[in-house]
């Protein structure tokens, strides 16, 4: 058996890739314990080529139809067939994957993005996919919550309203979307902020094969500001120029060691764009030839597309055709000669 072409395990069912449930640990433990010596799949440690596989926001909140922001993209199921994809490549090239970091979008209610943190003047929180700009602040139209200035800010209520209306500002002043209210999601200690239970499954049943800890990365539960990228907030600094967040410098240099990264995940035109930019920007600051290390699975993300609402497709395929004239390979999961 070629070892870059693995079978799948007959656990595997594509079919419910768009259901949760409990993962059998200890079952999945023996199996791919049995799996690795069946297959003579050795200790990831051995590995003479690293190869890393990130994957961004792989959770049900993006990924379960139904869910809060579910992201099907234009064909109204995009994230379902994108997991589908990735957990048989998962398997498939077990043997040559040597570690899966996973970033994981972790919020609480009280946060910048989130109805209740922003009143009109009669006190109604904006509807989920509002979009509040600059103007909009500066005018009253939309105001900082008073009453969740406790929580945040210490009560200090002007202190939050200076902030808002820097934020926004600081958004448009970088070239940023605009604020954007999200309805709640991936709440943590909620269903919605887990791994979909096929993924989970599929980098549960790596660790154990290949003797390598999944790395985990917590993103998005700083209140004052959005984390698209899991590398870079969206505003790093309050009016007063003071810190409020910073780049995840640790992130960086661990991918960046791999021969070879392989990047998929939730959403194309979101998060992954935002990480992939800001990875990107930092290997210019280093060696722009390093961009040649990192593959986009371009069939294991989707954008986000809400029907009749907003359509971010184009700015997907613009960022990633742009990361393309930078040296990164756009690639997709049933053609894996590039792993060689």
């Not at 994981?104 to 209740?116: E, G, K």
């Not at 604020?179 to 902020?193: D, E, K, N, R």
């Not at 980098?203 to 959005?226: D, S």
């Not at 998929?264 to 990107?280: F, M, N, P, R, Y």
Request: charged share 15%; aromatic share 10%.
């Amino acid at each position: 058996m070629n070892i870059h072409q693995l079978p799948t395990p007959t656990f595997f069912a594509p079919s419910k890739v768009n259901e949760i449930w409990r993962v059998p640990y200890e079952q999945r433990a023996q199996e791919a314990a049995s799996w690795a010596q069946e297959y003579n799949i050795t200790p990831a440690s051995k590995d003479k080529i690293r190869i890393g596989l990130l994957l961004i926001d792989v959770q049900n909140t993006f990924c379960i139809p139904g869910f809060e922001l579910f992201v099907g993209g234009r064909s109204g199921t995009g994230a379902v067939e994108d997991n589908a994809r990735l957990c048989e490549f998962i398997y498939r090239h077990l043997g040559v994957i040597s570690a899966i970091a996973a970033t994981m979008d972790t919020h609480t209610a009280m946060q910048i993005f989130h109805p209740v943190f922003w009143v009109n003047s009669s006190g109604t929180h904006p509807a989920p996919a509002t979009l509040i700009t600059p103007d909009e602040v500066e005018q009253g139209i939309w105001k900082v919550n008073p009453a969740v200035a406790a929580s945040i800010s210490s009560g200090d209520y002007q202190a939050l309203q200076n902030h808002a209306l820097h934020y926004v500002k600081q958004l448009t002043h970088h070239g940023k979307y605009p604020l954007t209210v999200w309805p709640y999601h991936a709440m943590l200690g909620g269903i919605s902020h887990a791994l979909v239970s096929a993924v989970e499954e599929a980098v549960f049943f790596h660790t154990i094969a290949r003797n390598t800890q999944a790395r985990f990365e917590i993103k998005g539960n700083n209140p004052l500001t959005e984390n698209y990228s899991v590398l870079h907030p969206e505003v790093l600094t309050s009016v007063d120029g003071r810190a409020i967040a910073r780049k995840n410098k640790e992130l960086v240099q661990y991918l960046l060691e791999f021969d070879k990264l392989i990047i998929a995940g939730q959403a194309k035109s979101h998060c992954v764009a935002w990480t992939i930019d800001d990875l990107l920007t930092e290997i210019k600051s280093v060696n722009s030839s390093l961009a040649q290390k990192i593959y986009l699975l371009e069939d294991c993300t989707s954008p986000v597309v809400i029907p009749d609402v907003v359509d971010y497709t184009e700015q997907a395929e613009a960022a990633f055709e742009r990361f393309a004239t930078a040296g990164m390979h756009l690639v997709t999961s049933q053609v894996s000669d590039w792993l060689v």
